[in-house]
């Protein structure tokens, strides 16, 4: 069975500083891997994907993701975070060409001034 | 704005009620997902529909039902409605059903039962 975690429930950040979002994940197969974000009373808007390739993928708002298949995680980063990057932000994995999309508890992210 | 539309955006109602949620998803699309948001269960899988047919089904209850119309908008029924069942539901759509299409989900509706 396919499933995903994200170990913080919450991340701190100064603004200006490096962010990371971590998130470790099984599946069988090759894993399709994507992160998404919520804004209060908003629905979930897709950041990026990994599909094959590059491990390090870019993505919307200047956010990229590190792809590690040992590790089996794929942390979401950010080299400068702004206090507008506060959110709920979900890792979501979905397992070769079958299974549906199933989602971390996800990570609140707060960027103070 | 992702483009999927669902209405109502807020609908509360009593225990025992039956209540219809609706989706249009994105021009073009032609899957459409239904999730479940809650503080405890975070966001779980009910149902996926690929140009009006059934194409997977999560934790979705028997209480619950839901079908996609030829002009490919989808509703979600719930039925017999419970105390728990209070959450946020998402409806999500993409093009196809390729593991790599992302989904574009709507603003949600936050369903309270009283």
């Known amino acids: 069975a396919q499933s995903v975690a994200q170990p913080e429930d919450q991340v701190n950040v100064a603004e200006g500083n490096p962010l990371t979002v971590k998130c470790t994940y099984s599946v069988s197969g090759n894993p399709y891997l994507f992160w998404y974000v919520q804004y209060p009373n908003r629905g979930l808007q897709f950041l990026l994907k990994?599909?094959?390739?590059?491990?390090l993928v870019k993505g919307s708002y200047g956010f990229e993701a590190e792809f590690n298949k040992s590790q089996t995680s794929f942390h979401l980063k950010k080299p400068s975070a702004l206090v507008s990057d506060s959110a709920l932000y979900f890792c979501?994995?979905?397992?070769?060409?079958?299974?549906?999309?199933?989602f971390g508890k996800g990570t609140k992210l707060s960027v103070k001034p | 704005d992702s483009g999927v539309t669902q209405t109502p955006k807020h609908l509360i109602t009593a225990t025992g009620q039956r209540v219809t949620l609706r989706c249009s998803p994105r021009?073009?699309?032609?899957?459409v997902y239904w999730y479940q948001q809650s503080l405890d269960q975070g966001l779980q899988f009910l149902i996926q529909y690929y140009n009006g047919e059934e194409r997977a089904k999560g934790n979705i209850l028997e209480r619950f039902s839901a079908q996609q119309f030829p002009d490919l908008h989808s509703e979600l029924n719930l039925s017999s409605l419970e105390l728990g069942d209070s959450a946020l539901y998402f409806c999500a759509s993409s093009v196809v059903e390729t593991p790599r299409s992302p989904l574009h989900f709507g603003n949600g509706t936050r369903l309270t039962v009283t």
């Open positions: 021009s073009g699309d032609l899957s």
């Open positions: 990994y599909i094959t390739g590059d491990n």
């Open positions: 979501a994995v979905r397992g070769g060409s079958q299974g549906n999309l199933i």
